[in-house]
């Protein structure tokens, strides 16, 4: 069974880059299938974008600009960037695989245990 | 993208059933067999209930149950249990090889 840890930096200031890595334990890394999500305080899920298994990535269009999103193969690792960050990008960013087992979906099967990041002056 | 349609709130009795609508384009829920739903409780990461419009993942309940027409997908929860008190989000695959997730649902079990 898949299990994803992450970390990274909790408070940052506007206009600094997020960096987050999500680290895999167990399943196939190279042959499944990862996304970033976030969530605001209080309000709704947001997909960020997915990390293919050939190594590209797909983004959503509102943060294409300011997302990238790679993989350390030889670590078992994914990680964010979202660059100038400002108050708006405040949110609980989650890592999540849309794979386990033998199989993958188009959705998220297994997520991780969440960081809570705080863009403030 | 625009975030799919769900009611904010939905509520019932123990034992009745609910259902929550996720309502989308064409270009997302109406265009793929490519919806999921996910539970979250307060505090916690969200958990994948179903895929693929219709289908559970191995452990979920059978109380849980998905359907879709047209631009609108649906999650039924039967025989609802305290439990169940949580938040509800639909997800679909997008014609732009992206994702998109609805506004979420509060269940409230009375």
């Known amino acids: 069974q898949v299990q994803l840890q992450q970390w990274g930096a909790g408070l940052l200031k506007p206009s600094e880059t997020l960096s987050l890595t999500c680290a895999v334990y167990?399943?196939?890394?190279?042959?499944?299938?990862w996304s970033w999500i976030r969530q605001p305080p209080g309000k709704g899920l947001e997909w960020i974008g997915q990390l293919n298994r050939d190594g590209s990535a797909n983004y959503n269009p509102s943060l294409k600009n300011r997302v990238t999103i790679s993989v350390d193969t030889s670590k078992n690792q994914f990680s964010l960037k979202l660059s100038s960050v400002t108050a708006a990008d405040t949110a609980v960013y989650y890592c999540?695989?849309?794979?386990?087992?033998?199989?993958?979906?188009?959705?998220?099967?297994?997520w991780g245990q969440g960081t809570t990041v705080t863009v403030s002056s | 993208q625009s975030a799919l349609t769900q009611p904010a709130s939905v509520s019932g009795s123990p034992g009745q059933s609910i259902t929550i609508s996720c309502t989308g384009t064409?270009?997302?829920?109406?265009?793929?067999?490519?919806v999921s739903w996910y539970q979250q409780h307060s505090g916690k990461a969200p958990k994948f209930m179903i895929y693929?419009?219709?289908n559970r993942p191995s452990g979920v309940s059978n109380r849980f149950s998905g359907s879709k027409s047209g631009n609108t997908a649906s999650l039924t929860i039967s025989g609802l249990q305290a439990e169940d008190e949580a938040d509800y989000y639909c997800s679909s695959y997008t014609i732009s090889d992206t994702y998109v997730f609805g506004t979420g649902t509060k269940v409230t079990v009375l």
């Open positions: 064409s270009s997302d829920v109406g265009g793929y067999n490519y």
């Open positions: 999540a695989s849309h794979c386990s087992g033998t199989r993958c979906y188009h959705g998220m099967d297994v």
């Open positions: 167990g399943g196939s890394f190279s042959g499944y299938y």
């Open positions: 693929d419009v219709s």
